[in-house]
């Protein structure tokens, strides 16, 4: 039986007034006997039939309810349907109230208006969510008719609001060829229920036995907050029993996009990772964000792309981004102007080692809060290049600050790393000298200038994650420099995430920094992402170790010693209080000292100074002509 999804609305418009004769005569008889209606009522009822059958059609007509595709009804209909009814029979009952005081008709059971509005509501909804049942059954026996022969079992990880949707379009749509057969969830109370016919046969430590009980084809992750160890333990029991397995994004990476089933994807080394989520202060964001004109440097970056993302959920009155590479300064803004056509957004193609571009684009669009991403942060490609590495990063973040003194710019914000504390490379001791240009211009601008410190980001540009990916494809080996090297890991979106709410709460001259968990083993993660890739590792992948290189350390720092490290409001953010001694003039002379040397080639003077002004820095001299290589 094929359903014409646009029913004729004059056949829903007879329907109707059929209906509301129905209504109205059928009022009457359940308030009075049959034979009092016609002999004492029936002017009354004559009255109302002559208005319900005139007012009800031309007000459901303004209410949009000859406009709708009643085969996909849903509950925003039923109440479009309940306020359309309403109205009709408010107005109803007012010209048949003032009729009756103007003794047009003597006998009037007044209940009887609310009897036809309870009515009404039945039969106005009745009409229209039948054609939806009749619709949804001719649907599912299409659906079953096609699926009979194809029908992959699936169990979904998480009964909540996203399981539920992941079941339904299994449900409806017929061309994914998928049934689900099942849920699991620890909360004990959702246990033996069922989510769209569906029941809950377990919890995630039945996983195993439901896998075999119910021949189970794939099973689906639905739980966006899952944290990353219990991620890792579905896809190693799945992988132990040789099933597939999908899963819905992490939270973070679905702030600011509609959820659907396709979104679904595999698992990725990000979701081993993922951490509690803790929900942002919207009035923090919001307050810093809506409606100011917004200027992110280096916004063709991995981390530059994510912020001019995430910042354009909160309504800027303009976004800038400002970068030197056109090619990622594209993308960004294709990306921007496909998901908020609406905001305007304007290319600076700008270095900020140019001090007159950059003054000159910060004149021309006046930006009021700025978010400093911009940064040289290849760790071996930095040591042998470290002139270029000491301009962009140090002079580069003058260049910004001077702009935004001068253009008095409300807020700025520096991304810096892990990597600027006791430094053994050439870029972190940039970023800590950056760190150092950025908090002291806090002091002298009275303003909320901030720092915002976190570790390495998955997945991008250059770094470890992409690197092994390229060669495990290769089939192998994969280059690892020590076993026991470690560092502290976040994804993009939840380190952006984290950084606009930091700034939310800065007041002028704190260092923030992310709550990165604890380091990973880099040897740990290269053995995830081999099985994830379907392999084993040491069998069909090698992993090969290398040897340190330098600018490298074992692990990581995220904060100095003997400053007082304290936490926010947010769970996610903590605050080191404190900066370097060398400040003001000082700190002046030590940029211009760097600078000069920078311009006159003079790398290793360059690392022999930064030992000197950086504390606890212990930079190796590089051999000039080492192969550059990815800092892992």
Request: net charge positive; glycine share 8%; proline share 4%.
């Amino acid at each position: 039986m094929k359903i014409n999804l646009n029913f004729r609305n004059r056949y829903i418009l007879l329907g109707d007034m059929i209906l509301s004769i129905i209504s109205v005569v059928g009022a009457y008889i359940l308030r009075l006997e049959l034979i009092e209606v016609f002999s004492n009522y029936y002017l009354s009822l004559l009255w109302l039939l002559l208005f319900t059958i005139t007012i009800k059609p031309i007000i459901y007509n303004i209410f949009g309810l000859y406009r709708k595709m009643w085969v996909y009804a849903s509950i925003r209909e039923l109440k479009l349907i309940l306020f359309a009814v309403t109205a009709s029979s408010a107005l109803i009952t007012v010209i048949m109230l003032i009729l009756f005081a103007n003794h047009v008709f003597v006998s009037f059971p007044r209940s009887v208006l609310v009897i036809d509005w309870i009515l009404s509501i039945l039969f106005v909804g009745g009409l229209r969510f039948g054609l939806r049942v009749i619709f949804e059954g001719s649907k599912n026996k299409a659906a079953k008719q096609q699926v009979r022969d194809i029908k992959k079992k699936s169990l979904i990880i998480g009964a909540g609001d996203m399981g539920a949707m992941v079941a339904k379009e299994f449900q409806k749509n017929p061309l994914l060829k998928t049934k689900p057969i099942g849920f699991l969830d620890d909360n004990p109370e959702k246990y033996n229920q069922q989510l769209h016919g569906i029941p809950v046969v377990g919890r995630l430590k039945d996983l195993s036995k439901v896998i075999n009980k119910y021949q189970v084809n794939e099973v689906i992750i639905a739980i966006p907050s899952a944290s990353g160890e219990a991620v890792r333990k579905i896809t190693n029991i799945c992988r132990k029993n040789k099933i597939p397995f999908r899963t819905m994004p992490g939270i973070y990476e679905l702030l600011g996009g509609s959820i659907g089933i396709t979104r679904l994807r595999e698992v990725q080394i990000a979701d081993l990772l993922r951490r509690s989520h803790s929900q942002i202060d919207v009035d923090l964001a919001g307050n810093m964000l809506e409606g100011k004109t917004v200027l992110v440097t280096g916004a063709g970056g991995s981390i530059g792309q994510e912020l001019c993302r995430q910042i354009a959920r909160w309504s800027p009155s303009k976004l800038i981004l400002l970068g030197h590479g056109e090619n990622s300064i594209f993308e960004t803004y294709q990306s921007l102007k496909e998901n908020y056509p609406s905001l305007p957004v304007i290319i600076a193609i700008a270095d900020i080692r140019d001090a007159f571009r950059i003054d000159q684009e910060f004149s021309r669009n006046q930006p009021q809060v700025v978010f400093h991403a911009a940064a040289h942060k290849h760790v071996p490609l930095m040591e042998i290049n470290v002139e270029d590495c000491i301009l962009n990063n140090v002079l580069g973040t003058q260049n910004i600050i001077n702009a935004c003194e001068k253009n008095e710019v409300k807020q700025l914000v520096l991304i810096s790393t892990d990597k600027a504390i006791r430094p053994v490379s050439v870029m972190g001791a940039s970023k800590r000298l950056a760190e150092m240009l950025v908090l002291d211009a806090a002091g002298r601008l009275k303003k909320p200038i901030s720092v915002v410190r976190f570790g390495n980001v998955l997945g991008s540009r250059g770094s470890v994650v992409p690197l092994f990916k390229r060669q495990i494809a290769n089939g192998g080996p994969v280059t690892v420099t020590h076993p026991k090297m470690k560092r502290y890991f976040m994804t993009i979106p939840e380190a952006v995430y984290l950084v606009i709410q930091s700034a939310g709460m800065g007041k002028g001259g704190e260092t923030f920094v992310l709550d990165m968990g604890e380091q990973i083993k880099i040897v740990d993660l290269a053995e995830d992402l081999i099985r994830l890739s379907g392999f084993e590792p040491g069998k069909e992948i090698e992993i090969v170790f290398t040897g340190i290189r330098n600018g490298e350390k074992l692990s990581e720092d995220l904060w100095n010693d003997g400053r007082k490290f304290s936490k926010t409001d947010h769970p996610g953010i903590f605050h080191e209080e404190g900066q370097d001694k060398i400040r003001g003039e000082e700190l002046e002379k030590v940029v211009k000292k760097m600078v000069d040397l920078s311009r006159a080639g003079e790398g290793d003077q360059i690392i022999n100074f930064l030992n000197e002004i950086i504390p606890d820095a212990e930079i190796k001299h590089n051999v000039q002509g080492n192969p550059p290589s990815f800092d892992l």
